[in-house]
């Protein structure tokens, strides 16, 4: 079964785009909490997300109580730089949804401290940046989850 890929309240139409593209590369599916930074035809989008984006599993929600009303019961996993365990401790398993914040300020506190013992992050070896852009660390986390489940 695939993996999950979710999008908490995107705002970045090339970021969307470019995840939409891995997740097809990688048989997951995407999820998309609204509400949106963009409209879902715009041609950023469209550009990053190339003609790939009609061959895309892909779900939208109107909020994040729809999507919980839908997948409460699946293996989330949650992903912020305020994480204290490093995303390659992560037990991946076939149809874990993989959650990430919006591109500005992550995911919101009543939702990290909801879910702390399911909130990762992924090392930075460097005191000069917060972050990594969202769509590279969905491609670092998709990717050691298919590492992982062979």
């Known amino acids: 079964m695939p993996l ?3 999008l908490f309240e995107p705002e ?3 970021n969307t785009g470019n995840i939409g593209r891995l997740a097809l590369a990688t048989g997951s599916n995407l999820h998309l909490v609204k509400p949106f930074g963009f ?3 715009d041609k950023r989008l469209k550009r990053a997300g190339l003609d790939y984006w009609p061959h895309i599993s892909l779900f939208t929600y109107e909020n994040i109580e729809e999507f919980y009303k839908q997948h409460n019961d699946k293996n989330l996993v949650y992903f912020s730089s305020h994480g204290e365990k490093n995303h390659w401790s992560i037990d991946y398993k076939d149809d874990m949804y993989l959650i990430f914040g919006k591109e ?3 995911l919101p506190k009543e939702i990290l401290q909801n879910n702390s013992d399911k909130l990762y992050k992924i090392p930075l070896f460097s005191s000069k940046i917060r972050s990594l852009n969202l769509a590279n660390a969905v491609g670092v986390t998709i990717y050691e989850g298919l590492r992982q489940l062979g």
């Open 104 to 106: 500005s300020v992550g």
């Open 39 to 41: 409209e879902l035809d």
């Open 12 to 14: 970045i139409p090339n």
């Open 4 to 6: 999950n890929i979710v």
